[in-house]
């Protein structure tokens, strides 16, 4: 009975720790850098109001012949129209990506920031995977078109990054059908990911 007490008591104490632990670990984030301008401008913008149309009305009864007996009332009817105009002051934002992303793991009380600059490499794209993010790029040379990511196949030379809380790790391919640790047929400079400021 004493061994199923103890046997129980480090059971719950092992599952309490294995508790406080992972709630200290977070999934890794990601955030593109971006340069936004804000353009302001003025716009003329209508103010409505409540306009009236005034029309006369003449009624005959004709006691004496055609057009005798005539009386002539004034009406209105109302509606919605503009009254006046304003100008008001807006602005546009627009943002261009700087091609980095910045990746934030956060381990224990300290948070480790990491950037793939991929400025001059080619066009990255980035997905969540089971807690984890993932960080697919094209060369330049034989793949990203105009800067935009177009996929993996057909003998582009592509990385991938695999951004978990516990780990990073880095895939290549070029002539093989996926990923692997090390592909030969990658000839080109690997993308780096390095500590933010180096």
């Not at 199923?4 to 720790?17: E, G, H, P, R, T």
């Not at 790790?169 to 070029?174: A, G, P």
Request: proline share 3%; glycine share 6%; aromatic share 10%.
């Amino acid at each position: 009975m004493k061994i199923n007490k103890a046997l129980a008591a480090a059971i719950l104490v092992f599952s309490l720790l294995s508790i406080a632990v992972a709630s200290q670990i977070k999934s890794p984030a990601i955030q593109e850098l971006e340069d936004c301008k804000t353009t302001f401008y003025d716009e003329l913008q209508p103010i409505y109001g409540t306009c009236f149309e005034y029309f006369n009305r003449t009624s005959c009864i004709n006691d004496s012949g055609p057009g005798t007996g005539c009386s002539t009332s004034q009406a209105s009817i109302n509606y919605t129209c503009i009254t006046s105009e304003q100008i008001v002051q807006k602005n546009s934002t627009k943002c261009t990506s700087l091609n980095r992303f910045i990746v934030s793991i956060t381990k224990k009380s300290s948070v480790e920031q990491k950037e793939i600059d991929f400025s001059q490499w080619g066009a990255c794209i980035q997905e969540a995977e089971n807690d984890c993010i993932i960080v697919t790029c094209v060369s330049k040379y034989d793949g990203a078109h105009n800067g935009k990511f177009t996929g993996c196949n057909g003998g582009k030379s592509c990385q991938k990054f695999e951004i978990c809380s516990g780990s990073i790790k880095s895939y290549y391919k070029n002539s093989r059908e996926g990923f692997a640790e090390k592909d030969p047929t990658f000839r080109i400079p690997k993308l780096e990911i390095k500590e933010v400021g180096q």
